[in-house]
Nanobody, 121 residues
């Protein structure tokens, strides 16, 4: 199995910055796409940003220009640098990875437990 562990969440004032990290471990053969999702209270989980194995990056409109995703293919880690945080960025942030545990296995989605980001206005 594959485990994802997020870290770096916390409380920050509006306009501040935070850096989230995600580390993947376990019986990993290969990780394809990785992504950050978030879920605010009473709302559906939404995609914030994603990065393919080849380095192609996509951002939600709400994140573009303020957030930056990065990943290390060799360490199986991913980070999210967030700047100019707003109250509406308050949510639980989840790490997601499409991973395979063998050369002939299918790529399945794995999720971290989430890390809380709270932005005070």
């Amino acid at each position: 199995q594959v485990q994802l562990v997020e870290s770096g969440g916390g409380l920050v004032q509006a306009g501040g910055s935070l850096r989230l990290s995600c580390a993947a471990s376990g019986d990993i053969f290969m990780i394809n796409d990785m992504a950050w999702y978030r879920q605010a209270p009473g709302k559906q989980r939404e995609l914030v940003t994603s990065v393919t194995r080849g380095g192609e990056i996509n951002y939600a409109d709400s994140a573009r220009g303020r957030f930056a995703i990065s990943r290390d293919l060799f360490k199986n880690t991913m980070s999210l640098q967030m700047h100019s945080l707003k109250a509406e960025d308050t949510a639980v942030y989840y790490c997601n990875a499409q991973a395979s545990v063998s050369a002939w296995g299918t790529f399945l989605p794995y999720w971290g437990q989430g890390t809380q980001v709270t932005v005070s206005s």
